[in-house]
């Protein structure tokens, strides 16, 4: 069992920049591929980025691509989404999720992922 925490979140202004934490419970954290997914008002939820278990595999959605950075410190339980230059449709609630795995695969569907976080707002203004 795996409880997500994201924080980080807030308001800031186009080409401004964010650093999302999601903290994890748990022994085993070393043990998932974590990724993160955001939600916008009235659209599905998508896949913004994914890690593996030993940060030696990353995968990004093309809108990020470039301007987000996805990290993580199994020492200290967390996965990280640094995110640069961002834009108004960057706007969205975002959620870090973990997936018990351990390989090279990082997986980008929803339905992957066994455990997910409630979610930290972000807004960029224009």
């Known amino acids: 069992q795996v409880q997500l925490e994201e924080s980080g979140g807030g308001l800031v202004q186009a080409g401004g920049s964010l650093r999302l934490s999601c903290a994890a419970s748990?022994?085993?954290?070393?043990?998932?591929?974590m990724g993160w997914f955001r939600q916008a008002p009235g659209k599905e939820r998508e896949f913004v980025a994914t890690?593996?278990?030993?940060?030696?595999?990353?995968y990004y959605a093309d809108s990020v691509k470039g301007r987000f950075t996805i990290s993580r410190d199994n020492a200290k339980n967390a996965v990280y989404l640094q995110m640069n230059s961002l834009k108004p449709e960057d706007t969205a609630v975002y959620h870090c999720?973990?997936?018990?795995?351990?390989?090279?695969?990082?997986?980008?569907?929803?339905?992957?992922?066994?455990?997910w976080g409630q979610g930290t707002q972000v807004t960029v203004s224009s």
């Open positions: 999720a973990a997936k018990g795995y351990r390989g090279t695969y990082v997986p980008t569907k929803e339905s992957a992922y066994d455990y």
């Open positions: 748990g022994r085993t954290f070393s043990s998932y591929a």
């Open positions: 890690i593996n278990w030993s940060d030696n595999s990353k």
